[in-house]
Nanobody, 126 residues
Framework: VQLVESGGGQVQPGRSLRLSCAAS????????ITWFRQATGKEREGVSC????????YYKDSVKGRFTMSRNDAKNTVYLEMNSLKPEDTAVYYC????????????????????WGQGTQVTVSS
């Protein structure tokens, strides 16, 4: 199983970015697919999660209304559309997958995930 993130970059506050996470080696139907981020000097935190079996989606409170997670099954890819970006969104963003039945609503516990991508840097700065 391999996860490859892309789409990061440097943008000004208020602008948008779309991150992609392309999965290979497995379908995503029975996984929880989650975006985590880690800012310099801070702990990794969950940003958004989608359950592959029923599309239930969760968001960290600070990104609700600004970030949207979606998927394209034909491409085996999930996306994180990030709008109205703020400097505090600056971090390395990772996608991860784990057993959806084992994760359930505890989607932001990173120890529950089995596979991780390499990360993509998002920098929000004027």
């Amino acid at each position: 199983v391999q996860l490859v993130e892309s789409g990061g970059g440097q943008v000004q506050p208020g602008r948008s970015l779309r991150l992609s996470c392309a999965a290979s080696g497995t379908a995503l139907d029975y996984y929880a697919i989650t975006w985590f981020r880690q800012a310099t000097g801070k702990e990794r935190e969950g940003v958004s999660c989608m359950h592959g079996n029923d599309d239930t989606t969760y968001y960290k409170d600070s990104v609700k209304g600004r970030f949207t997670m979606s998927r394209n099954d034909a491409k085996n890819t999930v996306y994180l559309e990030m709008n109205s970006l703020k400097p505090e969104d600056t971090a390395v963003y990772y996608c991860a997958i784990g057993d959806v039945y084992g994760i359930g609503s505890t989607w932001d516990v990173d120890a529950l995930y089995d596979y991780w991508g390499q990360g993509t840097q998002v920098t929000v700065s004027s």
